[in-house]
């Protein structure tokens, strides 16, 4: 799209919508005043302005130096109440749902695109069946079988009493105490599926705008948040009736799909691009229109994932409670093949075919299908969503009654066969991950990106990250748990234990922990040389950019600061091998535990008992500082948890976490926290498209860091006819420099410049010392210019001056909008859009006693 030629007048609104970055901003930070009035929006998201901007429209005389400025304050969404800390210990869910967008680019490779996504799901299914098990392995195995099955451990702790063996009651058979004991992790799945479903709810339920979703008596805050006037509905629903022709099908088609029980055709995989060619037939209200190519984020269900959250979360729900049944039917069943009851071995039998068919129905569910973007898909899978958790559960209800059958003979020896079960969990996940490099591969070749992270490897590294997390919590919770039952001895050690203890397979995992950080130590000292020595080469640079102020006297110690800052913001671009070296080597060593476990069956302290003295003393060392340390990790999270649940300044430092983390949809792991994009990008679009068609004025939207990230994708969700009347302005931004190399098939080259054609002007600040945003890499085309801006002076000065007395400070990634060139550049935007077309406006906010938040 060819910019207009630019307007040297500035009557008319204009409004300048200003989007904060991590951490979070208050309305009054981000307007520059202790007074504001809640426009829009409720306590979790919501549109702010000065007390005195409020009817801003309807005194444009007022504004004609500068755009009204509004805020759209998210952070709550991340970082609200005491009891989002607890989120981080749904790290290694989250971390599996980023590597689902970190795919390559699809370049005509429907079905190797199609096997990442499943591929990526079922290494999301098996972090949720390795958290049950340990929850198994917690309850079943160390408290209820091997702890109350030993009347040394069971002497000290009288809450174990009614279950110890040596009383001889009526739960102290051993397959009562599995049926009593596997409520823990039965309740643990129950906690999970109601979390999801009531995050969906809170976060992630706001429909994008199509034309055909706006309700009556206006948009509220329930709609996401764009005013509550008739005249705002009415102007909602003449702007976004022109994006009804990319939507493919509006709310009313699908419940006629739904309504007729007719399965709908395979959609396509999860933000699978359009590539050339590849063209959506639109449908607008005056029929059927011309056809349009739309980018990923630009597709009316992108941000819209209702169907395929709930059926993976029936799927997991239901693979949690088929975990919790083969625990404690297995255990049950192998001791009736041994005994002379054929009843009972027939039922075994029975039961274990059963639960094997519902672990197929949960596979089928994970692999039927992906999401779909191309329309706002409101249906459901009824059959997936009631009846497989439903199902799962009346299985494992029948699994405890078999339990419960009396065994008199039966004693509580060893361990259960857990051991078994986290080595094959261990093994498949890393052929997954080897799996899900190939077909990586296999899309990068076809469409190469030189700036792709690990070269297309990105997503399966952070994967095998998200398993070594979940392997870091799991183990740490079975190792501190039996070092607390078995009080002085080592778990698996022999001697003065109580217990035998935890499955073998994780004191190995534990055991190469020491091995990893030694392997680490080795990069963090040549980031460190290396950043030394840029530092020093930066010197001269820098001293000649400042020159004319420092009037060839420069100071050593200013520069050297200057030079430091920009050295270590460039620590950001060694990030992809650095996870590459982690990624490598964790799978490596985990291999190497699998074997060292199958092979020995022993702990790592007996297993090399009979070696070398030195190599003797090095296993044993390894394992109680690697138990040590997959305690300490684990007690951390909860730790970090519990600080942040009572001090706002740390549950703000953690909701940074969740800022990067969960802008993503949650197409790979329905238990992964919450999408707050799937509420901003539609309150931001919903918003431009009232405001604009109701004033007819202009717009720019001012992202900074991940505020710019929703900036760019809430415009991508505009109609055409919007984006002719709204610019965008970027700082500090990560769109290139993290998201491009990190989500290639999003914010890749092609798709940054293809936002630049869509949107009518963009500018992009950025500075040398900013550790997180950069230039976004897009050159000039045609009428369109250069998107970035020559990198901005940090500091502003060198030393003193007339106007700046004081030392300037290094801003780094803050205060982008207290350099000079920003207000420039808005200006500049603000003119190279068309001219407004007058309307009559009407009041911005509604009743003050309804609406206002002063402050």
Same mark, same amino acid.
């Given at each position: ?20 970055? &991590? $951490? ?5 930070? =981000? ?33 004609? +130096? ?57 290494? %999301? ?26 009347? #040394? ?9 009614? =279950? ?49 979703? /706006? ?25 976004? +009736? ?15 799909? *739904? ?33 349009? /190519? ?96 439903? &199902? ?35 093994? #498949? ?11 990586? !591969? ?30 870091? =919590? ?12 078995? $009080? ?76 430091? %800052?920009?050295?270590?913001?460039? !620590? ?22 699998? @074997? ?43 730790? =970090? ?8 300044? #740390? ?15 949650? %197409? ?52 055409? %006819?919007?984006?002719?009347?709204? #610019? ?9 420099? !993290? ?32 550790? @997180? ?20 002076? *940090? ?61």
């Amino acid at each position: 799209m060819t910019p207009a030629s630019p307007v040297p007048q500035r009557g008319g609104p204009a409004l300048e919508l200003l989007v904060h970055g &991590v $951490g979070g901003a208050t309305p009054q930070d =981000m307007l520059g005043d202790p007074r504001t009035v809640r426009i829009t929006g409720d306590e979790k998201a919501a549109v702010y302005r000065r007390t005195d901007d409020a009817e801003a429209e309807r005194h444009p005389e007022r504004y004609e +130096d500068g755009p009204i400025p509004e805020a759209y304050c998210w952070s709550n969404l991340t970082s609200g109440n005491g009891a989002r800390a607890l989120w981080l210990l749904l790290l290694p869910f989250m971390v599996a749902n980023l590597a689902h967008w970190m795919r390559p680019r699809a370049k005509g490779r429907r079905r190797t695109t199609r096997l990442y996504g499943v591929l990526v799901r079922l290494v %999301a299914l098996s972090l949720t069946v390795l958290l049950t098990a340990a929850a198994c392995e917690v309850a079943l195995d160390l408290v209820a079988w091997q702890c109350a099955g030993s009347p #040394a451990c069971t002497e000290n702790r009288s809450w174990l009493g009614f =279950m110890s063996s040596a009383q001889g009651g009526w739960w102290s058979q051993p397959g009562r105490r599995l049926a009593l004991a596997a409520a823990v992790p039965a309740a643990l799945v129950g906690l999970l599926w109601y979390l999801s479903n009531r995050t969906w709810s809170a976060y992630e339920s706001q429909r994008p705008p199509t034309g055909h979703d /706006v309700p009556e008596g206006g948009l509220g805050p329930s709609g996401g948040g764009s005013g509550g006037t008739a005249s705002d509905a009415e102007a909602a629903g003449g702007c976004l +009736d022109q994006a009804s022709g990319a939507a493919s099908g509006d709310a009313s088609e699908s419940e006629e799909d *739904d309504a007729s029980g007719e399965e709908p055709e395979e959609p396509e995989e999860a933000g699978e691009p359009e590539e050339a060619g590849e063209r959506e037939e639109s449908e607008g209200p005056a029929g059927p229109a011309a056809p349009t /190519v739309r980018p990923a984020l630009g597709r009316p269900g992108f941000w819209y994932g209702r169907r395929i959250v709930a059926r993976l979360r029936a799927a997991h729900t239901a693979a949690g409670f088929l975990t919790v049944a083969a625990a404690v039917t297995g255990a049950a069943a192998r001791y009736d093949r041994g005994a002379d009851s054929a009843l009972r071995s027939a039922l075994g039998v029975l039961l274990e075919a059963a639960l094997a068919l519902g672990a197929l129905a949960v596979l089928w569910v994970v692999f039927r299908r992906g999401r779909s973007e191309k329309r706002v898909d409101a249906r459901m899978d009824r059959a997936a969503v009631r009846f497989l958790p439903a &199902v799962a559960l009346a299985l494992l209800a029948l699994s405890l009654l078999y339990a419960g059958w009396s065994r008199p003979d039966w004693d509580s020896a060893a361990t259960l066969p857990g051991d078994v079960a986290f080595r094959v969990i261990a093994l #498949a996940q890393g052929a997954l991950v080897v799996a899900l490099a190939v077909a990586a !591969l296999a899309l990068h070749r076809r469409a190469r990106h030189a700036r792709s992270a690990m070269r297309g490897l990105g997503g399966p590294a952070v994967a095998m990250l998200a398993c070594a997390l979940g392997g870091v =919590m799991t183990g740490g919770v079975a190792q501190r748990v039996a070092d607390w039952l078995d $009080g002085p001895g080592t778990p698996g050690m022999g001697g003065e234990a109580a217990i035998p203890g935890p499955p073998v397979l994780l004191s190995w995992q534990a055991s190469v922990i020491p091995v990893l950080l030694v392997v680490l130590f080795v990069p963090a000292v040549v980031l460190a040389v290396r950043t030394l020595r840029a530092a020093r080469r930066l010197a001269r640079p820098i001293e000649e950019a400042y020159d004319e102020e420092c009037g060839g006297r420069p100071d050593a110690v200013r520069t050297q600061r200057i030079a430091s %800052a920009q050295a270590r913001a460039a !620590l950001t671009d060694a990030a992809p091998w650095i996870v590459g070296i982690v990624a490598g080597a964790t799978l490596l060593l985990g291999v190497g535990a699998v @074997i060292g476990a199958w092979a020995s069956g022993e702990v790592p302290g007996r297993a090399f008992g009979d070696s070398h003295p030195f190599v003797e003393s090095a296993a044993e060392s390894a394992q109680s500082l690697g138990s040590w340390l997959i305690g300490f990790g684990f007690i951390l999270f909860v730790t =970090m948890g519990r600080r942040a649940y009572r001090d706002a300044s #740390a549950r703000r430092t953690i909701g940074i976490l969740w800022d990067v983390g969960t802008f993503w949809p949650r %197409a790979a792991h329905p238990f992964a926290p919450p999408c707050y994009a799937e509420r901003a990008v539609p309150d931001l679009t919903w918003r431009m498209c009232t405001w604009t068609d109701r004033t007819g004025g202009r717009l720019v939207i001012s992202g900074h860091s991940q505020g710019s990230v929703l900036a760019a994708a809430a415009v991508w969700q505009l109609p055409a %006819a919007t984006r002719r009347r709204v #610019a965008l302005l970027t700082y500090g931004s990560p769109l290139e420099r !993290l998201y491009g190399r990190w989500f290639p098939a999003y914010f890749g080259p092609i798709a940054l410049s293809e936002l630049r054609s869509e949107v009518h002007c963009w500018r992009n600040l950025w500075r040398r010392t900013d550790p @997180i945003g950069g230039p976004v890499l897009v050159p000039a085309e045609g009428d369109h210019p250069e998107v970035d801006r020559e990198a901005l002076k *940090d500091p502003v000065v060198y030393g003193r001056s007339e106007r700046y007395p004081l030392p300037e400070p290094i801003l780094g990634h803050s205060d982008y909008q207290a350099d000079p060139g920003f207000a420039a550049e808005r200006g500049k935007l603000l003119d190279r859009l068309s001219p407004t077309v007058p309307r009559q406006t009407q009041p911005e906010h509604r009743d003050a006693s309804e609406n206002r938040d002063a402050s």
